[in-house]
């Protein structure tokens, strides 16, 4: 599919394309409908993502519980990737009351006696390395609340970022050094390990952990 600017793009969703059902006891409860909008990166070989949506349903709803979002092109005052609430909390609680009983914090969930509550559920946000930053949520408050700040303490809170994020870049070149050495290779560094220095490992519990 041909993007507005001219440029070649790609859509990936699912089918059926009203989203899938999620069960608990063989019982339908969540409705999950995911789509993605890609373009080729600035080299032309791999896909990048221009836009994610995906969107949670509580089963005959037609407004989603909550959505994640990345939008590559995301207006300056707009976070290119978070999370938005739709549903109010009884919504949330009756979903909850109907949790499965697979996982320790389900069983707790269906077997409990108390009214759940929203503040019970924890969303993920990029788990140990890709994780919002202190800038993030203080510049979240100065767009979305108004708070008041000055154009030297949010770019500050830019520079604190920039820092933030680099570091984290350095912390998983170490957990993945060959995903790194792949890639400096492809922009044309050469990479070699000092003589005598033992090939590092990956450390991919970091990654991988929720």
């Known amino acids: ?22 069960r608990v006891g063989g019982e339908p409860l969540i409705r999950l409908t995911v789509s993605f909008h890609c ?20 089963d005959g709803d037609r407004q ?9 092109g995301a207006v300056p005052d707009m976070p290119a990737a978070h999370v938005q609430f739709h ?9 909850m009351s109907r ?32 994780r919002p930053c202190l800038e993030d949520v203080l510049e979240m408050l100065v767009i979305e609340f108004g708070v008041d700040s000055t154009p030297e303490g949010l770019e500050a809170l830019r520079d604190g970022r920039e820092g933030w994020r680099r570091a984290q870049i350095g912390a998983v070149v170490r957990d993945a050094p060959d995903v790194a050495i792949r ?8 990479v070699r390990l000092k003589s005598g220095t033992k090939r590092p490992g990956e450390k991919t519990k970091r990654l991988r952990d929720f």
């Open 1 to 22: 599919m041909a993007k507005r600017d001219g440029s070649e793009g790609f859509t990936v969703r699912q089918e059926p394309t009203e989203g899938i059902f999620l």
């Open 183 to 190: 890639v400096l290779t492809e922009l044309g560094y050469e």
């Open 64 to 72: 989603p519980l909550f959505r994640y979002e990345y939008d590559r």
């Open 99 to 130: 949790a499965g009983e697979a996982t320790p914090r389900g069983k707790r969930r269906a077997r409990g006696k108390a009214v759940p509550r929203i503040e019970d559920l924890h969303f993920p946000v990029g788990g140990h390395r890709f």
């Open 39 to 58: 373009t080729l990166d600035g080299i032309g070989h791999y896909l990048a993502v221009d836009d994610t949506k995906i969107k949670v349903y509580a």
């Open 87 to 95: 549903a109010h909390r009884d919504a949330f609680a009756h979903v």
